[in-house]
């Protein structure tokens, strides 16, 4: 949900129906000038790096998952590997604040990473 910031895993219930709430995870998505794409996908590739380097931005972050194309599920951002996640990332989830990605704690994104398979249905509204 862009609207609450919050990214929700459901499981099936007793009838197959993916209703069953399992997570809530407090998100980061794109900024208004750098939306987080709005639709239905099937994450096709899913689980990429354990550790994600974006050049163009000289940042890392942990459990990329990815949503479609370069848009990604991930962690929280890092200066390089060997340190602490930026306090700015940290501080921003629960609001838009990254170039399209969705971000989560680190926590989240490692239990997004472990727990989705690909061709997971991922639903962005």
Same mark, same amino acid.
């Given at each position: 949900s862009i609207a609450k910031q919050r990214v929700y895993a459901y499981a099936p219930d007793k009838n197959g129906e %993916?209703?069953?709430?399992?997570?809530? &995870?407090?998100? /980061?998505?794109?900024?208004? #000038?750098?939306?987080?794409?709005?639709?239905?996908?099937?994450?096709?590739?899913?689980?990429?790096?354990?550790?994600?380097?974006?050049?163009?931005?000289?940042?890392?972050?942990?459990?990329? %998952?990815?949503?479609?194309?370069?848009? &990604?599920?991930? /962690?929280?951002?890092?200066? #390089?590997?060997?340190?602490?996640?930026?306090?700015?990332s940290v501080g921003a989830l629960g609001r838009k604040a990254s170039h399209g990605c969705v971000r989560l704690s680190v926590e989240d994104a490692k239990w997004v990473y472990n727990n989705c398979p690909n061709k997971t249905k991922i639903i962005v509204y």
């Open positions: %993916y209703t069953k709430l399992v997570r809530t &995870m407090k998100c /980061s998505t794109g900024r208004d #000038s750098t939306p987080t794409p709005k639709g239905t996908y099937q994450a096709s590739t899913g689980t990429g790096a354990r550790w994600h380097y974006f050049k163009k931005f000289d940042v890392w972050a942990q459990y990329a %998952y990815y949503i479609q194309g370069d848009y &990604m599920i991930h /962690s929280v951002l890092y200066p #390089s590997k060997n340190g602490r996640a930026t306090s700015g």
